[in-house]
């Protein structure tokens, strides 16, 4: 394990979709609701909260939760240009890149965390424990896009499962 890289990790998924519903789908509370999250909520730089259909704009702040877990996130956005790329702040001073890039009929959408620290604790909560939720997440994003099915479990009394 000496050469694992403990500090990021990178992975993609390809889903049928036109390239601004998948931008959309990260960049609007509306659309990330559908796939990602319980309750999203974006702000401007001064702290007004933007419409659940306004999309995101570097330099705003987002408050995330997600469903059966009592955690809120709070992040910013570093990068938002309006087509296919969107960087935003994560468990701390972690940054996630998405890069959204067309390859035939699908949409390559590659996520990237990066700048994760190196204590046991990040190790495991967030290196290993990032890995395996955006790894669902993704699935679940192309599951939405592509067919409508929200894979995600909302009901509390199968807590914790692969799907929440």
Known sequence: MEDFDWTSFTLKIAIKAKLE??????TKAEEIEKW???SSQFFDENHMQLSKSQNVLKGD???????LYDDVEHG???EANGKNHFQ??????????????????YIIVELTQSNIPTDDQS????????????????????SVYEGGLD????DNRFKPMLNN
């Open 36 to 38: 990602f999250l319980s």
């Open 21 to 26: 519903n998948i931008y959309d789908a990260w």
């Open 88 to 105: 935003f702040t994560f468990a701390g001073d972690c940054v996630i890149d998405i890069l959204l890039r067309e390859e035939y009929e």
């Open 61 to 67: 702040l987002y408050q995330w939760i997600w469903y």
């Open 151 to 154: 894979l995600r479990n909302k």
């Open 76 to 78: 910013r956005i570093a």
């Open 123 to 142: 190790k495991r909560n967030i290196r290993i424990g990032c890995h395996g939720g955006w790894s669902f997440y993704l699935v679940n994003l192309k």
